[in-house]
């Protein structure tokens, strides 16, 4: 319950009402296995680049999307969300608002269906609405690694 209550706590940070509850978000983060990371950053100091390092270290696989970067993690990096070949079970995007929408939409066009997970800051409301129209798991508005930590799963 005080995993429950502590979840609860960092989706109220969030700035977008429509967002899955903590019972959800929890069962996300426990279900997810691949995270393809649009604007993941080759430069270890920010967040781009520490948030999936965290979810990487935590038994994710983590998929760089970065058209500027070769490898990252000692992986490839894609250059867009539409070359990742494999499917993915989530879709973290750190991209300014202004660009996330197009990624939105890119996300909600797979056939797997990933959760779309804009990262703290970022909000792409119009694409987030035409996703949850098509029945897509959106989340916007919030970090990752705190919804991670607050859900207990952190100290797996």
Request: hydrophobic residues 45%; aromatic residues 4%; proline residues 8%.
């Amino acid at each position: 319950m005080t995993q429950h209550l502590a979840l609860a706590s960092v989706l109220a940070t969030s700035s977008d009402p429509h967002n899955p509850g903590p019972d959800q978000i929890r069962r996300i983060l426990e279900t997810t296995r691949k995270i393809a990371v649009v604007g993941m950053s080759r430069d270890p100091a920010k967040a781009a680049r520490r948030v999936p390092s965290y979810l990487a270290a935590k038994g994710y696989d983590v998929i760089p999307v970065n058209p500027f970067a070769e490898r990252i993690l000692g992986k490839p990096a894609r250059k867009r969300l539409q070359d990742v070949d494999e499917p993915v079970d989530l879709v973290l995007i750190f991209r300014p608002s202004d660009q996330a929408g197009a990624v939105v939409d890119a996300a909600a066009r797979r056939p797997e269906s990933p959760v779309i997970w804009l990262q703290e800051g970022i909000r792409a409301d119009e694409a987030a609405a035409r996703a949850r129209a098509a029945r897509r798991i959106v989340v916007q508005d919030l970090c990752i690694y705190k919804a991670h930590r607050e859900s207990g799963l952190g100290a797996a």
